[in-house]
């Protein structure tokens, strides 16, 4: 399996809903990460993990609260989001966390916030 | 701040042609270097990747490392209209734990 799969593919929520957006991967990666794109421009970075312990987090605001509960299962639970939370949001995985290792990108999960 | 930098096109060119997309980066001890091929409203995929001063060929694909100058470079020979997308480059700092995304380039390849 050489592919990293996200659900779900779209996702419609208020701002007072609270939801899930899963990743998971069984390449035997043991780095993960958490992406937000908007329109035209370049992939963000939210979070990384590293052999599962949180490694960075961008100051990303609270209401997304990434989980990473085993090495091939990467969360991030969304609450309270506002519409400019609107994105794609994009999970990717690597073999570790160094300088030569190249990272494999999910498909993405598209975020409405109403 | 550990910037990359693209020219954001969009950058036209006509089928069979080589397309040229480069990148400049401003961290001297940047190790690797990572070409990724994102098209609309899809995730990126990763073309190329380099990590040593030269050119690396794959395909139709051509990656060029001046790490003396900080940048670096795709080539697309013989462009196909199946090539049109926007082109992110991808930088790996000395300290190896996260990518740093240049703006990317928009090609477009005329049939």
């Known amino acids: 399996d050489t592919e990293v799969t996200q659900t779900p593919k779209h996702l419609v929520m208020g701002m007072t809903n609270k939801k899930s957006l899963k990743c998971e991967q069984h390449m035997g990666h043991r780095a993960m990460y958490w992406y937000k794109q908007k329109a035209k421009k370049p992939p963000e970075l939210m979070f990384v993990?590293?052999?599962?312990?949180?490694?960075i987090n961008e100051s990303v605001p609270s209401r997304f609260s990434p989980e990473c509960p085993n090495s091939s299962l990467l969360n991030l639970h969304l609450h309270a989001l506002q519409p400019e939370d609107s994105a794609l949001y994009l999970c990717?995985?690597?073999?570790?966390?160094?300088?030569?290792?190249?990272?494999?990108f999910g498909p993405g999960t598209r975020l409405t916030v109403l | 701040q550990k910037e990359v930098e693209q020219n954001s096109g969009p950058l036209s060119v006509p089928e069979g042609a080589i397309a040229s997309l480069n990148c400049t980066y401003s961290d001297r001890g940047s190790q690797s270097f990572f070409w990724y091929r994102q098209y609309s409203g899809k995730s990126p995929e990763l073309i190329m990747f380099i990590y040593s001063n030269g050119d690396k060929e794959d395909g139709r694909f051509t990656a060029q490392l001046n790490k003396a100058s900080q940048y670096v470079s795709l080539l697309i020979r013989d462009s196909q209209p199946s090539d049109s997308a926007t082109y992110l480059c991808?930088?790996?700092?000395?300290?190896?734990?996260?990518?740093?995304f240049g703006t990317g380039t928009s090609l477009t390849v005329i049939p």
């Open positions: 993990y590293s052999y599962e312990k949180l490694s």
């Open positions: 990717a995985s690597s073999q570790v966390p160094t300088v030569d290792n190249e990272q494999f």
């Open positions: 991808a930088v790996i700092p000395n300290t190896g734990n996260q990518f740093y």
